[in-house]
């Protein structure tokens, strides 16, 4: 028990510093305009998220449930409907908000200047939200099994690509390069 707090505290530990790079790296190299773009795109982009995450964290005790029981078929069924439920809800959001993020930032804030700074790399970080979502079921059903290694794992190598990636793309690129990587 105590392996998988301690797996799950250093998890969330990084999970944070891996969620704030970005805005890290942004604020550092670009002008404080740029990061306001920057800042206003990810807040937009946690649509997808916002449904999806709810549905992950409402069927994580069942799921735990299941797996501690060894109740294989009963698992599948409620892991399948999860990641359907999750992806009915947060999907048709995210495309919406990616094909849309100019037009959707424009009646959000009223400033043709914030929807012309801040579309692209909205539209990038919708896309990337999009795809976490459907990721968040798997998430849990690895740790209703006790699986911390495996996504502390994924998280470090998360960490050592992104920081790299991010410094080159948003010198590259700017707000649209850290939206990217």
């Known amino acids: 028990m105590s392996r998988y707090a301690g797996g799950m505290a250093l998890m969330a530990l990084l999970s944070a510093a891996l969620i704030q790079m970005d805005k890290l790296v942004v604020s550092r190299m670009l002008p ?17 998220m916002i449904l999806a995450a709810p549905v992950a964290t409402s069927m994580f005790p069942r799921l735990t449930a299941l ?3 060894g109740r294989s078929e009963a698992l599948r069924r409620t892991y399948h409907l999860a990641c359907q439920l999750a992806a ?3 999907l048709p959001l995210g495309l919406t908000l990616a094909v849309f993020t100019r037009e959707v930032l424009l009646v959000w ?19 990337g939200s999009m795809a976490l979502a459907v990721q968040v079921v798997p998430y849990h059903l ?25 410094v080159l793309l948003v010198g590259a690129r700017g707000a649209a390069g850290a939206a990217f990587a």
């Open 109 to 127: 804030t009223g400033s043709p200047a914030v929807a012309a700074g801040a579309w692209e790399a909205g539209a990038l970080l919708t896309v």
């Open 32 to 48: 404080l305009e740029v990061f306001g773009f920057y800042a206003i795109a990810w807040s937009l982009s946690q649509g997808a």
């Open 88 to 90: 009915v809800l947060a």
């Open 67 to 69: 797996a501690e029981t």
């Open 142 to 166: 690895a740790l209703a099994h006790g699986w911390v290694r495996l996504n502390l794992a994924l998280i470090a190598v998360s960490l050592a690509l992104a920081v790299p990636l991010l």
